[in-house]
C-alpha cells in the first residue's frame, strides 16, 4: 500500500487466487530502498487500458499536482513499473 514502483502487485482473478496472495503476502513488511513499506495490503480492481499517476504533494494551500505520468508496465500478472513518460500526452 505504501511501496513505490508497483511492487509486489499481482493479478488475482478468483477467490482461490486471493486466498493464495494473501496466505503468501509479506506480513512483516518489506524493506524498499531502506524504508520498511509495511504489510498493509490493498485491493483494487482491474481497469483495462494505460495506466497513469497523478505527482504532486499537499501544502498549506492545499493538493498541488506537479505532473501527469503514463506508466510503463511489466506483463502481467505482476505489474511491475519499468518505466513511465512525464509529462504524459
Same mark, same amino acid.
Given at each position: 500500500? /505504501? ?11 478468483s477467490l $482461490?487466487?486471493?486466498q493464495f $496472495?494473501v #496466505? ?5 513488511? *518489506?524493506? /524498499?530502498?531502506?524504508?520498511k @513499506?509495511?504489510n @498493509?495490503l490493498?485491493?483494487?480492481? /482491474?481497469l483495462?487500458?494505460?495506466e497513469?499517476s @497523478? #505527482?504532486g504533494? @499537499? /501544502?498549506g494551500?492545499?493538493?498541488?499536482? *506537479? $505532473? ?15 518505466a513511465?513518460?512525464?509529462? $504524459?500526452?
Amino acid at each position: 500500500m /505504501d511501496g513505490c514502483g508497483s511492487q509486489l502487485v499481482t493479478r488475482v482473478n478468483s477467490l $482461490a487466487e486471493l486466498q493464495f $496472495a494473501v #496466505e503468501h503476502a509479506p506480513h512483516q513488511g *518489506v524493506v /524498499d530502498m531502506g524504508r520498511k @513499506i509495511g504489510n @498493509i495490503l490493498l485491493l483494487e480492481q /482491474d481497469l483495462k487500458g494505460p495506466e497513469y499517476s @497523478i #505527482e504532486g504533494y @499537499i /501544502d498549506g494551500r492545499g493538493p498541488r499536482v *506537479v $505532473a501527469v505520468t503514463e506508466k510503463l508496465l511489466s506483463a502481467e500478472p505482476y505489474f511491475v513499473e519499468m518505466a513511465h513518460t512525464v509529462e $504524459a500526452r
